[in-house]
């Protein structure tokens, strides 16, 4: 079962995202380990010990999660400068040198996506990483790198992982990473010198592995997954063709629609009692013909530009350029206040700059409408008024930065029009917003 979720999962996934993007990483980078114990007494390893070494392949299924099989290596060695924070300075270990293997597999998180980084800089991220597998640690006094495996010099143990990675897009195939990562050892029997038995139970055998490297993208997309912001991940999108002149209202008029026990002149199935145009056939808002003034498809009740022909999946209003598009999802997603408050946050700014550009750049926007909404979590009134005030907030920026005021208008629409379930906290967050409304010439 589990098995056949995984596989309708990762389905999914690449069903929403295609071929769009990168999702293969190859990761390499080399750094430093401290080993914390255990360790015979008289032995003990320096605070860092160079070298550590990694070497792994990472596979995102989304912006969010991935997977990667690593390998990592570690060399311990003696304390070649004495434990000079301990109780007996300038102690110099016994002289020792072990190699440590390790083979694991971890699951990936992208937190930097998840806490909007892009907000600060498009090109820096975080991935968090977890996991387990197999690991041997060698005695280099008595053992052989990949020859008897299983002897004296060589203890075979389970490994569990825990990391952070901040990483720093150089290009949309390279980007660069620094790696600190706690290992924690399961039934190690040797300490690390390995001239002690020490099996216990639970996880004792620890290091901590520090690296810096870089991460080279593969595959045929333009831009790997690591770097695909919310807004950039593909919509579906219905498109919905209505017939809605009123010569073809009129002309299609049925020859016969027997009313329904209420009197129905123009036989439209909309008595007469309840129809604005009882004389006249049509189906539009309240049983008159839905007049289409610019021939788009888009009724006028329903049309937003009704006198300039546009696009069903834009309300009736001309289509957006791409970058236009980019940027009134940025505001809608990135434009954020304090709580119950119409103070705005200041990483909101960088944001409605963009929105400064765009008037700037198209005179052919007579105006635009700031509309701010709430979730449901308050009564209807508080809603109307806190989200009127946040509308005035963006709309004062904007005039802050120039924009004509005759070219801007704030409006506040509470909970009214919600675009996600009030029932969870993702949903209400997705409602509390600012969306852009454009009018034409």
């Known amino acids: 079962m589990r098995l056949i979720f995984v596989i309708v999962a990762f389905s999914l996934v690449n069903l929403c995202y295609g071929q769009s993007y990168k999702k293969w990483s190859l990761d390499a980078g080399i750094g430093l380990n401290n080993s914390i114990g255990p360790f015979a007494e008289g032995y003990s390893s320096n605070y860092l010990t160079f070298l550590h070494a990694n070497l792994g392949g990472r596979y995102m299924l989304s912006n969010r999660f991935g997977m990667k099989l690593d390998v990592g290596f570690d060399r311990i060695k003696n304390d070649e400068w004495g434990n000079i924070k301990g109780p007996q300075p300038n102690v110099i270990s016994e002289d020792f040198q ?69 990483q720093y897009r150089i290009s949309d195939h390279w980007s660069l990473f620094f790696d600190a990562s706690l290992v924690a050892n399961a039934w190690q029997s040797k300490t690390f010198d390995f001239t002690e038995n020490n099996f216990k139970k639970g996880l004792h055998g620890r290091i901590i592995e520090f690296s810096l490297g870089a991460s080279y993208y593969l595959g045929s997309g333009k831009k790997h997954m690591d770097w695909v912001l919310d807004i950039e991940r593909p919509v579906e999108v219905v498109k919905v063709v209505e017939k809605n002149t009123m010569r073809d209202e009129v002309e299609n008029k049925p020859e016969t629609e027997e009313p329904e026990g209420l009197p129905d002149a123009d036989n439209d199935g909309i008595p007469d009692s309840e129809d604005n145009c009882p004389s006249v056939y049509g189906k539009g808002p309240e049983g008159c013909p839905s007049f289409d003034t610019d021939k788009d498809g888009v009724p006028d009740s329903k049309d937003e530009c009704p006198e300039t022909p546009g696009v069903i999946e834009n309300d009736g209003c001309p289509e957006l350029d791409l970058y236009v598009k980019k940027v009134f999802n940025e505001a809608m997603n990135y434009v954020d206040f304090e709580v119950n408050s119409d103070k705005m946050l200041e990483e909101s700014y960088p944001i409605l700059d963009k929105v400064v550009k765009v008037m700037n750049e198209y005179p052919e926007f007579q105006k635009l409408e700031i509309r701010a909404h709430t979730d449901d979590s308050k009564e209807s009134e508080p809603n109307r008024v806190l989200s009127e005030a946040r509308a005035k907030a963006v709309k004062d920026y904007l005039l802050s930065k120039g924009v004509e005021e005759g070219r801007l208008e704030s409006n506040g629409y509470g909970e009214k029009k919600p675009i996600a379930s009030n029932d969870n906290p993702a949903g209400r967050a997705q409602n509390e917003r600012i969306d852009f409304m454009v009018h034409y010439k």
Not at 115 to 136: C, T
Not at 139 to 151: A, E, G, Y
Not at 161 to 166: D, E, Q, S, V
Request: proline fraction near 1%; avoid cysteine.
């Open 98 to 166: 072990t190699h440590y293997f390790r083979l694991t597999l971890q699951a990936v998180f992208d937190i930097g996506r998840m806490a909007r980084f892009e907000r600060l800089d498009e090109n820096f991220g975080m991935l968090l990483h977890f996991g387990f597998g197999f690991s041997s640690l060698k005695d280099q006094k008595r053992s052989v790198w990949f020859k008897d495996w299983h002897t004296q010099g060589s203890d075979e143990m389970m490994n569990y992982m825990f990391g952070l990675t901040p």
